[in-house]
């Protein structure tokens, strides 16, 4: 696998070498060794996976509070989806700048996620499937969540919007008071 950091400092986009032959292929998706080079330490201690059947769903942007940050490693192992990740670190020279990113089955990328950022996707095709890796255990009291259609943020979905949880369209909009996480 190879990293190469977005324009986010500290997010990477991880893409997969698969090593195939006549039976099929085989990939290394994380080794703790490679890992390190970019500076994660943490363990994972849950994963997680979703589907989605329906093509133009959003599902974000959300996050967890401190103290309970998490990193995530996100993959897309059935579909295509459009990714995309929000700075919202207090202090960062980065602060608020969204960087998206198609994951797919086909394309064999993943993308790293540190502490301090929120993330959504929108599904490109039908029946998308993610995994999702985490260092911190969910804790319900300290999600949070950006709201997709905050003019603050002002992400560009790549196709109109099909569906999105009631949950997701009621985040607040940022106000000027809103200095991150």
Not at 57 to 72: C, D, L, Y
Not at 172 to 178: G, P, Q, S, V
Request: aromatic content about 12%; hydrophobic content about 35%.
């Amino acid at each position: 696998m190879t990293f190469a950091e977005t324009s986010l400092k500290g997010s990477y986009l991880i893409n997969l070498k698969p090593i195939g032959d006549e039976r099929g292929w085989f990939v290394r998706t994380f080794c703790k060794n490679e890992f390190k080079k970019i500076g994660h330490v943490k363990e994972w201690v849950q994963m997680n996976h979703s589907f989605t059947s329906i093509a133009g769903t959003v599902r974000g942007m959300h996050f967890q509070k401190s103290p309970h940050q998490e990193i995530k490693m996100v993959r897309c192992i059935s579909g295509a989806i459009f990714d995309i990740i929000v700075d919202i670190r207090k202090g960062s020279p980065s602060f608020l700048q969204c960087f998206g990113v198609e994951l797919s089955a086909a394309n064999n990328k993943m993308i790293y996620i540190p502490e301090g950022f929120a993330h959504g996707f929108q599904t490109l095709t039908e029946n998308c499937e993610l995994i999702y890796h985490h260092s911190a255990f969910y804790e319900p009291s300290a999600e949070g969540g950006l709201n997709i259609y905050d003019p603050k943020i002002n992400i560009k979905w790549p196709t109109e919007i099909a569906v999105v949880s009631e949950r997701d369209k009621s985040h607040e909009f940022l106000t000027d008071n809103f200095k991150g996480i």
